[in-house]
């Protein structure tokens, strides 16, 4: 209850009937930097502040991203009826006012076929790229819908133990390329690409994707970089959007947008 009263208070003007198809497409013909701002509802997602962070919403970010699934490391699974009655009242209220970019970050199909269904489009954010749900990638064509594609290994409680790579770019470039194909077999024609920082990779990794995110152009869609807070910036955060942006990111995932509207005007101005 005590959420639903946030969601009624806290809101304001934005709603999730979005204009996903032609936001990406925009992205994908224009230089522009975005922001995709965090909200998760979560009760314990590894960035505190960004837990139930309504505030978010009227932060001028460019995408809100709403999650109901923690995936920091050592995080237990949550199931699906439990992720859906994080999601659909804040879903619903949405639906009900104004207008904002939104992204469901999700690995369900269902989840998207549910949320589909409240608000109509939306861009599908799956930090498996469709692995975790054989349904996901069908689903996501079926619908017409924007996707965003991340690369990870394993789960929360896994990952740390699989960062073995003969080499770190090289071999995410032979993942999306693989990920490239089953997209357009899915019907999937509008779709993201994000490395997955700290998902299966240790600090030096990172900093090596970070630092050629350029040599990921190739595939000829936005490079959404997700680094706010995480252990390999040591608080840097600001610093590494920075690099990020000199590299090639066109999206910053953030938990602080005024922080990251004053990277992007240092980086234009550099």
């Known amino acids: 209850m005590m959420i639903v009263l946030d969601i009624k208070t806290k809101i304001g003007i934005y709603s999730l009937k979005s204009k996903s198809c032609i ?107 469709g692995e975790d749900d054989p349904q996901m990638l069908e689903t996501v064509g079926r619908l017409g819908l924007p996707y965003i594609a991340m690369h990870k290994r394993g789960n ?20 999306f390329t693989a990920f490239a194909e089953k997209a357009e077999k899915a019907g999937i024609k509008d779709w993201i690409l994000d490395p997955g920082f700290g998902f299966a990779k240790d600090r030096e990794q990172n900093l090596t994707l970070l630092r050629n995110l350029e040599r990921f152009k190739i595939f000829g869609r936005p490079i959404l970089i997700g680094i706010a807070d995480k252990r390999f910036t040591e608080g840097r955060t600001e610093d590494y959007h920075l690099e990020g942006l000199q590299h090639g990111a066109d999206i910053l995932r953030v938990h602080d947008v005024e922080k990251a509207k004053e990277t992007i005007r240092k980086y234009k101005e550099s």
């Open 156 to 175: 929360p409680r896994t990952m740390d133990g699989l960062n073995t790579y003969t080499d770190i770019v090289e071999d995410l470039i032979a993942y």
């Open 23 to 129: 936001f990406l497409t925009m992205l994908l013909t224009c230089s522009m930097v975005k922001i995709m701002g965090i909200l998760n509802l979560t009760p314990d997602s590894f960035f505190e502040p960004s837990r139930h962070n309504y505030k978010i919403l009227d932060s001028g970010a460019d995408i809100i991203d709403i999650g109901a699934v923690s995936t920091r490391p050592g995080a237990a699974d949550v199931t699906m009826e439990e992720e859906w009655a994080r999601l659909e009242p804040v879903l619903t209220r949405l639906s009900q006012t104004g207008s904002r970019e939104i992204s469901v970050d999700t690995t369900r199909a269902e989840i998207v076929r549910r949320t589909y269904s409240v608000i109509g489009n939306f861009i599908v954010n799956d930090i498996s790229a």
